[in-house]
């Protein structure tokens, strides 16, 4: 074997894993009915591979190539460990349902609904909040476990656990994995529309680190929202869709070459994208015509204000003001009412903006949010106040994770007059 075709192979190998290791994994879930076990046979899967494909070529379906090699090599194994230990229940039970999957082929269109499956298996209401996020992340999205506890401020060793007690109570509950009837799928919904739209915000704008977008996981947020979209049409689903879309359509606008912050004030708008932003504003129609208007709806309706305008001086303030009052009373939030006050400095004025900051500052809800002390410093640079600008930017400055955003908030504070 040439050290070439282990070269060509190991590179093709690769580009697999990045586009299809998750859509693997989640059928061999579905397979196997075991997070543990099909997360094992992906990394036999992806081994065999690593040894054969040198020697006999890229197989004609990567895809199904690694779910039939995964899904033998986890019945070898059941069947060894059953061999070994007669009481070994477990093994016995999972082996006789590795033998009833072996006998359904891998047809295409299941494997790619699997990971809708998966997502609403993962956020099972069985399953507290954060362990919902959390299995997502980890599973249907392929972050490490040190990655999602950065998202959610805590220990990766703490997070480790959770993911695994998640996955215990799916197996002892015996959650199935499959997506709701429909008359259990409105009920479900919410939940799975709150964690897509997390796991896209963590792609979009990402909560620490030295990056400030990852595109990879917003794309996969996106294509979760289309699946959901799909089988939901004209619902929040297509709301929520729409969001992602017309946010993520300015992607490419949101940071220099070199990865620093450009404000939306600022952003070059023929660098945004079009074709996102025309399915957008057609899925944005479609949700506010449904008929039950939701806040993702919403937030996409306030979105398309934006990408209609051709600048910051020439887009309806006045609208997304009543836009947000509109989503204020239907999802009640201080981050909502800080929104609304940025608007409302962009239509009346930063002196009507800062009243508003100042009142949502003193009663503490965003006391410890660095955006709300960066948009008061914001207003009072506009207005001025350099003392009272400074102290609110280095009070940010104590709170921000995200390097790119630090960055600029020095530059601001940088900039100010002594």
Known sequence: ?????????????????????????????????????????????????????????????????????????????????????????????????????????????????????????????????????????????????????????????????????????????????????????????????RVIYLVFNEGYSASSGGLLTRADISAEAIRLGRLLAELLPASEASGLLALMLLQDSRRAARTTSAGEVVLLEDQDRALWNREQIAEGLVLVKEALGSGRVGAYALQAAIAAVHARAPSITTTDWAEIVRLYEWLERLQPSPVVELNRAVAVAMRDGPAAGLTLVDAILVRGDLADYHLAHAARADLCRRLGRTAESRASYERALTLVRQEPERRFLERRLAELPD
């Open 1 to 193: 074997m040439s050290e070439d075709a282990t070269a060509k192979a190991r590179t093709a190998l690769d580009a697999v894993y990045r586009s299809d290791s998750r859509r693997v994994l989640a059928t061999l879930i579905r397979l196997l009915g075991d997070f543990e076990l099909a997360e094992e046979a992906l990394h036999d899967a992806f081994a065999a591979a690593l040894e054969q494909w040198p020697r006999e070529g890229l197989p004609a379906n990567p895809r199904a190539w690694l779910i039939s090699t995964g899904r033998f090599k986890a019945v070898d194994k059941l069947r060894r460990a059953a061999r070994f230990d007669s009481l070994n229940e477990r093994a016995a039970q999972l082996e006789s349902l590795v033998d009833e999957s072996a006998s359904r082929p891998v047809e295409e269109e299941t494997v790619e609904d699997d990971r809708l499956r998966l997502i609403f298996t993962c956020c099972h209401p069985a399953l507290s909040s954060d362990a919902q996020v959390a299995l997502t992340l980890r599973e249907v999205c392929g972050l490490t476990t040190e990655e999602i506890a950065s998202a959610f401020l805590t220990g990766a060793t703490t997070l480790a656990q959770r993911i695994v007690r998640a996955k215990a109570k799916i197996r002892e509950a015996r959650i199935p994995y499959e997506v709701p009837s429909q008359d259990e799928l409105q009920e479900r919904l919410d939940a799975v529309l």
